[in-house]
């Protein structure tokens, strides 16, 4: 592998994917679909001046690491516990309708398939990816709007995080049932040992950073140190329990996510994966995403995927709302807010691809809904807002 070359590499996908960044963001969009197109232009589908080899690979996988492990330093277990029984059960729906959705239309377009098979597997893991939830532009919305402090903003925001968690746990469980020598008993087994140990040890761990961060606050050898743990629980996650990398950074995260300098840790990792992990990351996307083998049945494929993954976020979470005592047009506003997919849809859509689950066509079906999803939601949002309030007026 010739170094020069990676160094031209990584030069012309930085340039790139913040150029296009940029240009997203002052388009209203999320920065992350920008670096996307980056990557897919600068890629053998387009232009073809980068290639994807094994060091960028490696890269993007450590970039992806660094992307959940901030997700768990920002989870906000507070919140999280004092959301109660109403944020937990419509996540749980939040995930359960659109992974029956997305492996429902798989099997109706490509056949259904018996379980244990590769299509079979490849349906669910569809399913999967539509699990994800990104509300970082509802928040903008509701935010913009003064609605993000009201209970429904903390309802959809609570539900997001949990619905994240239970979409990681999801993301393991079919990962392991992927392997034809593993048996179900085994997989669950292997999974409530690993979350076992992490509350056992997480809990230490806490203690010993919350002694160092009182001792010497604000210094880098914290964020050092929790860059330690979170590769250390990458590695042990996947290797000693057969469960994804992601899940170990995202627990790591959630282990110092109380401590006093979570903030300060979370800032120091968005360096590293803002400046060079975070865009090789994204762009590999774009470099993986192939064009080439787009066809017609893989068009209605991506328009029957942006529906199914929008209109099952409504149905699962509206529903279960209205259940949970939310009345009105509100049980509408959390569906909606629930339905906009980002980063984890690609990070669980990459973990499919790199396990053999998927193939890499789906990735444009995946940045469709991002980019649809991010346009309409804040859109409808601010519709049913305002429709809301000319009601209000009129009955004054």
């Known amino acids: 592998m010739d170094v020069l070359s990676i160094f031209k590499d990584i030069a012309i996908i930085v340039i790139f994917a913040k150029a296009f960044g940029l240009l997203a963001r002052k388009l209203k969009a999320p920065q992350v679909v920008g670096e996307i197109i980056a990557g897919l232009l600068i890629g053998p589908s387009v232009l073809g001046i980068v290639k994807l080899n094994d060091f960028l690979s490696i890269c993007a996988e450590i970039g992806v690491v660094l992307l959940m492990f901030s997700a768990g330093l920002g989870t906000d277990l507070k919140a999280l516990m004092k959301t109660g029984p109403k944020a937990l059960a419509i996540a749980c729906m939040g995930v359960a309708v659109p992974l029956a959705g997305g492996t429902l239309l798989y099997m109706a377009i490509y056949g259904f398939a018996p379980w244990g098979s590769e299509k079979f597997f490849t349906a669910v893991f569809i399913g999967v990816i539509m699990t994800a939830t990104s509300v970082s532009i509802t928040v903008e919305t509701l935010k913009e709007m003064g609605k993000l402090k009201t209970e429904l903003g903390t309802t959809i925001l609570s539900a997001a995080i949990i619905d994240d968690v239970i979409g990681i746990l999801v993301l393991t469980f079919v990962i392991g049932f992927k392997n034809p020598d593993t048996q179900p008993g085994w997989v669950l087994l292997s999974t409530l040992a690993f979350f076992a140990l992490a509350i056992i040890v997480g809990f230490i761990i806490y203690k010993v950073f919350k002694i160092i961060d009182r001792r010497y606050p604000h210094t880098r050898r914290i964020p050092i140190l929790a860059l330690a743990l979170c590769f250390s629980f990458a590695f042990i996650a996947e290797r000693w329990f057969g469960i994804a990398d992601i899940t170990g950074a995202y627990v790591a995260g959630i282990v110092l996510s109380r401590l006093h300098d979570s903030t300060y840790i979370e800032e120091k990792m968005d360096i590293n994966s803002y400046m060079i992990f975070g865009p090789i990351f994204f762009a590999s ?29 409504i149905i699962g979470c509206g529903v279960t709302s209205r259940l949970c005592g939310f009345r009105g047009s509100d049980p509408l506003k959390i569906g909606v807010g629930m339905m906009t997919r980002g980063e984890v849809a690609l990070i669980v859509a990459q973990k499919g691809l790199s396990s053999g689950m998927i193939s890499s066509v789906y990735f444009t079906s ?9 346009i309409i939601t804040p859109i409808i949002l601010k519709l049913i807002f305002a429709r809301d309030e000319k009601r209000g007026v009129a009955k004054t």
Not at 286 to 313: C, E, N, P, Y
Not at 366 to 374: A, D, N, Q, T
């Open 366 to 374: 995946v940045i469709l809904l991002i980019i649809v999803s991010s």
């Open 285 to 313: 996307i774009g470099l993986k995403t192939s064009i080439q083998g787009f066809s017609l049945d893989l068009l209605w494929f991506s328009i029957g995927f942006v529906l199914v993954a929008l209109v099952s976020k």
